[in-house]
């Protein structure tokens, strides 16, 4: 049986492991992340690894808010892992760059010290869309249950939203420096998203607190970029072979990988560009053409692979008519959508996505992809409809993904099967309302307000194109054959 990663441990990795450059024990921590998930694992922790050779301030301490899974898994191994990158002879790294992982429910106390630590410099997040307790439109939903819990609790609270108000608060009460606050979801305005969310937590305790955080603290808007499918026997496996050593969790990702922070100077306490964090003012423009056209296309890819049976993204993306819809989609549609001033060069990022989504390499299953789309279509794709609507451009191929959707839970409700969506309960009783008239099926969809915005499920054109699209999908996710041609 093979050891264990750990620190003990370490070195007996065999040759081909890249091993943390640095002395972990002689790094500070100046960084809290908030949801140390997959992607944080194989995302902003790598950077952090690579700052730390040559920086020893930015070890993270980390914060589960919900699961105890990730802890349980690396604690053992003083919260080492590895990350694979997906591709030919990509390497196994070790990542080191997590100090802890603190419980939040468990021990809030060790979770505010370091949010008030004088060290502390970054507060990241990667908490998922539900994570940020909003209401349809984008505003922090009051009436949440973690927010009036938090309202009337703050040293203990729930959500991060709480947990960031009472953090500040105590940084202010402390007279700390101030810090960058930085969302890394899949949020369009991530970062004023969160500072309004915040903010209007902290009005809500009182002004003085509100106006720190409004002048001191900075919320940046980011870009986050790379393809990390859950870890899988594959994976374990792969890790075994290539270390030598057994590791309880570890991650993986394409090669590829994106981080674009907004310049404001609470952000540049590190130096990003040496290890390739590109700062802009134009962060924007970067989060609309990743959230339009990647994340649009990986939800298409989704629903409309997993109604014609496929299983991952490689798999979708070499079925002839859904890859050329979702080419035509990207270029056709999205891109009109797009007006960028020529900070991105729109055709070749297509491509370069394209590519990504065809690597063979890269096994990331479209059901991780089809989770919360509750959450994830008014981000990724209603806006585009929306504008494509104003324009007086067509919306027939927008509207695939959509109806898609719909198809997707009806056959899940009739299947008695399971959705993880934060509205599970409520799309499983509508799927299994459904008759299959197209016209009355996706009226009752397009009547969630908690997904559609009043004006866009009230547009006939709408309402019109996806049933249309839905009545095609009926039939094993038939996609109309003028779809998948350009125009
Ligand atoms: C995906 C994203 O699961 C999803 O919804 O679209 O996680 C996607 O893989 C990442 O945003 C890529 O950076």
């Not at 410099?121 to 009436?143: N, P, Q, W």
């Not at 891109?335 to 690597?359: C, K």
Request: contains cysteine.
């Amino acid at each position: 049986m093979p050891l264990r990663l750990s620190e003990q441990t370490l070195d007996h990795a065999q040759p081909g492991t890249a091993r943390p450059g640095y002395v972990r024990a002689a790094c500070g921590v100046g960084w809290v992340h908030f949801g140390p998930g997959a992607f944080h694992r194989a995302h902003q922790a790598y950077y952090a690894d690579r700052l730390l050779e040559h920086d020893p301030r930015w070890a993270i301490s980390a914060v589960a808010l919900h699961s105890a899974g990730v802890h349980d898994a690396l604690a053992p191994q003083d919260y080492l892992y590895c990350l694979a990158e997906l591709g030919p002879e990509a390497p196994v790294r070790v990542i080191g760059a997590l100090r802890e992982i603190l419980l939040a429910a468990r021990e809030p106390g060790a979770v505010f010290a370091r949010l008030e630590s004088p060290h502390t410099r970054l507060i990241t997040l990667t908490v998922t869309e539900k994570g940020y307790c909003l209401e349809a439109g984008g505003r922090l939903d009051v009436s949440h249950p973690d927010v009036q819990h938090d309202l009337a609790v703050p040293h203990r609270p729930r959500s991060v939203i709480g947990f960031l108000a009472e953090g500040l608060r105590r940084r202010h009460a402390g007279g700390q420096s101030p810090c960058a606050v930085v969302s890394c979801d899949n949020l369009a305005e991530n970062g004023p998203t969160l500072r309004a969310a915040v903010i209007a937590f902290a009005a809500r305790r009182g002004g003085e607190l509100a106006r720190w955080i409004e002048r001191e603290v900075a919320f940046p808007r980011t870009m986050v970029d790379s393809i990390t499918p859950a870890t899988d026997e594959r994976l374990l496996e792969r890790v075994e072979q290539v270390t030598g050593l057994t590791d309880a969790w570890p991650v993986q990702r394409e090669m590829f990988t994106q981080w674009v922070i907004e310049d404001l100077p609470q952000v540049r306490v590190a130096d990003w560009a040496s290890v390739g964090v590109q700062l802009t003012n134009d962060v924007g423009v970067y989060e609309r053409a990743k959230l339009r056209l990647l994340n649009a296309a990986h939800s298409t890819l989704a629903y409309v692979g997993l109604l014609r049976g496929h299983t991952t993204v490689a798999e979708a993306m070499i079925d002839g008519p859904l890859a050329r819809l979702v080419e035509h989609l990207m270029r056709g549609d999205i891109t009109p959508s797009l007006a960028d001033g020529g900070v991105i060069d729109i055709g070749a990022y297509i491509e370069a996505t394209l590519g990504r989504f065809r690597n063979p390499s890269v096994h990331h299953q479209l059901e991780q992809i089809a989770w919360d789309g509750s959450q994830k279509l008014p981000v990724r794709l209603l806006p585009t409809l929306t504008e494509a609507l104003a324009a007086g451009r067509p919306v027939e191929r927008l509207a695939v993904p959509v109806a898609a959707w719909i198809r997707f839970i009806v056959e899940r409700a009739r299947a008695g099967g399971r959705l993880t969506d934060p509205l599970a309960e409520q799309l499983l009783v509508l799927g299994r309302d459904c008759t299959g008239d197209p016209r009355r099926d996706v009226s009752r969809f397009l009547a969630l307000q908690a997904v559609f915005p009043a004006r866009l499920a009230a547009a006939p054109a709408f309402a019109g194109a996806v049933s249309e699209a839905y009545r095609a999908l009926s039939a094993a996710g038939a996609i109309p054959p003028r779809l998948c041609a350009a125009g």
